[in-house]
């Protein structure tokens, strides 16, 4: 496929793209009538351009997405390329359905998960099992290696502590028995990753504030609980289910990028450790899982509610997607933002920096037609809760955690290898 490079594409920070009806016509080769019917159907998103008589502007991504699509007849190769693009489904799971309602894990809808006060804990085994216990399971913290966990001190982010503990647990973990001459090399099985994921998942709140843990440890029996403590709040009622219910809404999406990397990886025989520390890299690209890190910086910008209006404004004369704002599985608005968006507010319904939020997400919907997406409502939970910068990407990856393992498991009971083919294309020098 070539295009045109001195198309007028517009790349925003967050790496959305823009371009016009023009060029959107022209790489899909219709009219612009069938743009539009694209555009109602939700297949080809638009938003209103800076200025007066600026038309509309398409999302790029959009339309590479359905170029791929109607690419297909040339074989399988384009629909490949497309289904790692936001396209096609490429493998089958039992896990996460993505419904108009938000996620439905194992056939139950995660907002009535959270509306029927259900723990994190019960929901990770629903996740692992595909059932839900009728009481909240009791996991034990694996030990925390305090030692060589000083550097760890230092991030700046509390999620930037994840990977160097992950790797450190994994170097002292206890080796696998080495193969012998009658039995093939050791590779985990599902029953082994969830016995090792229980403990895992119990001490992952550390690296929120890692002085604080013996305190949170002995004294906390639910992560939700031990988040509070480590936050410096009293682990009261309000707070824990604000904090169950992020950590709920966050568990799984399907084949989100850092899930897909878990995938990969057990797929290969690679211990939990491992599975854990890849999907935690691909997790903390800005494009993925520390998207709240922008939010954050925006409502700093905002300052105070009256300059939400003149933010939000500044970023449609850019052509530049806001941070927090649009899902393209959810044309209506992420569900999950919304609920977490509520909770917050009715926790801290005097909060400053919430007051600012809901007039960032006022001034978005009205001006450039976009809602809140789950980021911005763990923005908004960190803020209901008085959280430092950091915390709402760092709650996202602690619940993100049991669906890289609930798709860990999943790979390993199907016993295959992921490994795509590359199509080889000459490139021109230069």
């Known amino acids: 496929m070539l295009i045109n490079v001195d198309s007028t594409i ?3 920070e967050s790496g959305a793209s823009f371009i016009s009806s023009r060029e959107a016509c022209a790489w899909l080769g219709i009219r612009r009538e069938t743009l539009y019917a694209y555009v109602s159907r939700g297949l080809v998103r638009s938003f209103p351009a800076a200025g007066k008589g600026r038309g509309r502007r398409y999302l790029r991504e959009d339309v590479l997405r359905l170029k791929a699509r109607h690419d297909a007849r040339s074989g399988h190769g384009a629909v490949a390329a497309g289904a790692l693009r936001w396209g096609e489904p490429v493998l089958d799971s039992s896990i996460t359905e993505i419904t108009a309602d938000g996620p439905r ?22 996740l692992w099992t595909g059932v839900l216990p009728d009481l909240v399971p009791h996991w034990t913290p694996a030990a925390i290696p305090e030692d060589d966990m000083r550097t760890a001190r230092l991030a700046q982010r509390p999620y930037m502590r994840l990977p160097l503990l992950l790797a450190t647990w994994a170097i002292t973990a206890p080796l696998a028995p080495a193969p012998t ?26 690296i929120l504030r890692p002085r604080r ?15 509070c403590i480590l936050l410096k709040r009293p682990p009261h009622p309000d707070r824990v289910r604000l904090i169950d219910a992020t950590l709920i809404l966050s568990a799984d999406h399907e084949l989100n990028v850092s899930s897909f990397t878990a995938r990969v990886v057990a797929s290969s025989g690679a211990d939990l450790h491992a599975v854990l520390s890849a999907a935690a890299g691909a997790f903390s690209g800005p494009r993925h899982g520390t998207v709240s890190d922008d939010i954050e910086a925006l409502v700093r910008d905002a300052a105070s509610p009256r300059r939400a ?17 649009g899902h393209r599985f959810y044309r209506g608005g992420d569900p999950r933002g919304r609920e977490l968006l509520a909770r917050a507010a009715a926790l801290a319904p005097d909060d ?45 990856a602690l619940g ?21 083919r590359a199509r080889y294309v000459e490139r021109g020098a230069g």
Do not use: M
Not at 187 to 201: F, K, V
């Open 10 to 12: 517009h790349t925003t």
């Open 105 to 126: 894990y194992r056939g139950h809808l995660a907002l009535d998960l959270v509306v029927r006060g259900a723990r994190f804990e019960q929901v990770a085994e629903l």
């Open 181 to 206: 001459a009658s039995s093939h090399r050791r590779t985990p099985t599902p029953e082994s990753i969830r016995t090792s994921a229980r403990p895992l998942l119990a001490a992952l709140p550390w």
């Open 213 to 227: 843990w013996a305190e949170a440890s002995s004294r906390a029996s639910t992560l939700a609980e031990r988040i």
């Open 309 to 325: 209006r003149r933010i939000v404004d500044a970023y449609a004369r850019r052509n530049e997607a806001l941070p927090g704002f």
């Open 352 to 396: 400053p920096n919430l007051r600012t939020l809901a007039a960032l997400v006022q001034a978005a919907e009205q001006k450039l037609d976009q809602h809140p997406n789950l980021d911005l409502g763990l923005v908004a939970v960190a803020c209901a809760l008085g959280a430092p910068r950091g915390t709402a990407a760092t709650l996202f």
């Open 400 to 420: 993100r955690a049991a669906g890289w393992v609930a798709h860990a498991l999943e790979q390993c009971e199907s016993g295959a290898l992921i490994r795509p």
